[in-house]
């Protein structure tokens, strides 16, 4: 069964902290990169850090030295610890696999998870 819950987030002033996880179903998580995305109201989806098995990371300039993502393999979980928040940071987050944007629109998404950062 395909699934994607993701957790973690809230509210918070800016300059705070939020972690948030992803437990994924094995079919999405197995050996494929990770990643967390976002989408803040009228604006598309955006990549923000992925992760490969290794635990390689790569960040969106927006964000890097602020998150940091991390997985447990064992767990089928993805970790996106997120710092210095800023209200621009405010939107919906998900997890995937990492995919190229073409294809946001064809697969399973799952709720998300809203983070509001307040000034």
């Known amino acids: 069964q395909v699934q994607l819950v993701e957790s973690g987030g809230g509210s918070v002033q800016a300059g705070g902290s939020l972690r948030l996880s992803c437990a994924a179903s094995?079919?999405?998580?197995?050996?494929?990169?990770m990643a967390w995305y976002r989408q803040a109201p009228g604006k598309q989806r955006d990549l923000v850090a992925f992760?490969?098995?290794?635990?390689?990371?790569n960040y969106a300039d927006s964000v890097k030295g602020r998150f940091t993502i991390s997985r447990d393999n064992a767990k089928n979980t993805v970790y996106l610890q997120m710092n210095s928040l800023k209200p621009e940071d405010t939107a919906v987050y998900y997890c995937?696999?990492?995919?190229?944007?073409?294809?946001?629109?064809?697969?399973?998404w799952g709720q998300g998870t809203q983070v509001t950062v307040s000034s």
């Open positions: 992760i490969n098995y290794a635990g390689t990371t």
């Open positions: 995937n696999r990492y995919i190229g944007a073409q294809e946001y629109g064809y697969i399973y």
């Open positions: 094995r079919s999405i998580f197995s050996v494929n990169t």
